[in-house]
């Protein structure tokens, strides 16, 4: 999912950065006017234990791996704006510090991940616990989805990226299909995990819970 330097074009570069900067100036925006100063510990320790978990790969065919992302989980917990400041803190470190992820490469890295994953996870969070009659039973449930699906569509936005540049040689149909088939089958993995750490959560910490309306 951290896409290096050199997979993506000036032009794809130019593109996902642009995207990147704005959603950020936003959050940074939506951030400023919202008092989240009860979050700060949360954000930190989130942020962290995102960071860990995807040092933890999973080997594939290919000779390449898949790996937890958290995007969704840390949309579920903070909020959409928090979740994405998470997710930057996170990508940003494994960039500069372990060369995990390319600097040209960040803004698309932080579209799938920071964005897409987020907004997914809180999506079909929220659906699950709006069409459950329980409300644990409906988090469980929606954390699950938002877990699987977000980064099921997170791998497809990065075969997108990868495939529409003119970097990669085998195009664009080729990349989403390997990159969706395979976060589709062991995104399962990560809607579980996320599943577990919400069901914990619900039960016995529910102040740490987002149930925010922004």
């Excluded at 942020?47 to 992302?69: C, D, E, K, R, Y």
């Excluded at 490469?105 to 920071?114: F, S, V």
């Excluded at 997108?160 to 990669?168: M, P, V």
Aim: proline letters at 2%.
């Amino acid at each position: 999912m951290h896409i290096p330097d050199g997979y993506l074009d000036l032009t794809t570069v130019f593109i996902t950065y642009t995207i990147f900067t704005i959603y950020m100036m936003y959050a940074l925006y939506k951030l400023k006017n919202i008092s989240y100063t009860e979050k700060t510990s949360l954000l930190a320790v989130v942020s962290a234990g995102i960071f860990a978990a995807q040092m933890l790969n999973w080997p594939i065919v290919g000779g390449t791996s898949l790996h937890f992302v958290g995007g969704a989980l840390a949309g579920i917990l903070l909020g959409p704006w928090l979740g994405t400041l998470s997710m930057f803190l996170v990508l940003f470190v494994q960039c500069i510090v372990f060369h995990d992820g390319g600097i040209t490469t960040l803004g698309a890295n932080m579209i799938n991940m920071g964005i897409i994953d987020v907004l997914i996870g809180i999506i079909f969070y929220r659906i699950g616990e709006k069409f459950s009659g329980s409300r644990d039973f409906g988090c469980i449930i929606g954390a699950f989805l938002g877990g699987w699906l977000g980064i099921a569509l997170a791998g497809i936005a990065c075969g997108l990226e990868i495939g529409f540049s003119s970097q990669f040689a085998y195009g664009w149909v080729l990349a989403t299909s390997v990159m969706g088939m395979w976060h589709l089958a062991l995104g399962v993995i990560e809607g579980i995990i996320t599943a577990l750490v919400v069901a914990y959560l619900v039960k016995r910490a529910p102040e740490l819970m987002y149930w925010g309306a922004d």
